[in-house]
């Protein structure tokens, strides 16, 4: 009997083991972050958290964030800085890693699982739920932040660049939206980046989602905040490889 309780002591464990798959083990692309979203809308605290120039040397690294008094957005794609701004009612995007954030979001990524976007995606909220559920299928446990890609032919996207007037102490996410340049666009090949958590909001993503995204078009044009889109049916997402 006390042979019998052993072995099914030790199967029950196995099965546990192995019911845990890849979570807990620590992944290359852990995701880290400075600066937090409700300190910027609830404390006017824009003051910068992070040097941007610290992440020049990380291999593979890939970021979002704004800039310090929120005089811009931040966009790291592969170790290519596009940090853009207003200047003179133009949209300026600096390729320098000399610049302060005062929210910064970054991984390093080596590789990434391509899914097709085969289904449709009707609304930003489509989206949240494809990601979540595609990086799930991948063995990345969503329970903890993860970085993700978008690329391919857009159906349509709004976007903005930030350029907070100083001495407003009144924040709200539509004068963030409409303080500096802002627009949509259809039908454009774009990279987007972004990072998705459901513990994170007013950290890194706004309260009501789990996403945050920057995007740039495929021309080099435009490089900003993403605030809706409306995914193409030919898209791809990616997702890191998970490591075992």
């Not at 289904?119 to 559920?133: I, K």
């Not at 991948?138 to 970085?147: A, E, H, N, R």
């Not at 857009?154 to 009144?170: A, F, Q």
Request: charged content about 20%; overall charge negative.
């Amino acid at each position: 009997m006390k042979m019998y309780t052993r072995l099914y002591s030790l199967a029950v464990v196995s099965v546990l083991l192995l019911s845990c798959g890849t979570d807990g083990v620590p992944q290359p692309w852990e995701v880290k972050y400075q600066g937090a979203l409700k300190n910027i809308m609830h404390k006017g605290d824009l003051s910068a958290k992070a040097n941007i120039l610290d992440l020049q040397s990380m291999p593979h690294v890939y970021a979002l964030g704004a800039v310090e008094n929120l005089k811009g957005e931040v966009l790291i794609l592969d170790g290519m800085p596009m940090i853009s701004s207003e200047n003179d009612g133009e949209l300026d995007i600096s390729r320098s890693f000399d610049h302060r954030a005062t929210l910064l979001v970054y991984a390093s990524v080596e590789q990434w699982n391509e899914v097709p976007v085969n289904q449709p995606l009707n609304s930003y909220e489509d989206l949240e739920e494809f990601v979540g559920q595609m990086a799930e299928q991948s063995g990345i446990d969503v329970d903890q932040p993860f970085p993700f890609m978008i690329k391919g032919m857009v159906s349509k996207l709004n976007w903005h660049v930030i350029n907070w007037p100083e001495g407003d102490t009144e924040h709200s996410h539509e004068k963030h939206i409409t303080s500096g340049l802002h627009g949509s666009f259809a039908d454009r090949e774009v990279e987007i980046l972004g990072f998705y958590s459901n513990s994170h909001h007013a950290i890194f993503t706004h309260h009501t989602t789990n996403m945050h995204m920057h995007v740039l078009t495929n021309d080099g044009q435009i490089a900003g905040h993403i605030d809706d889109m409306i995914p193409g049916s030919e898209m791809q997402l990616l997702v890191p490889v998970v490591k075992n």
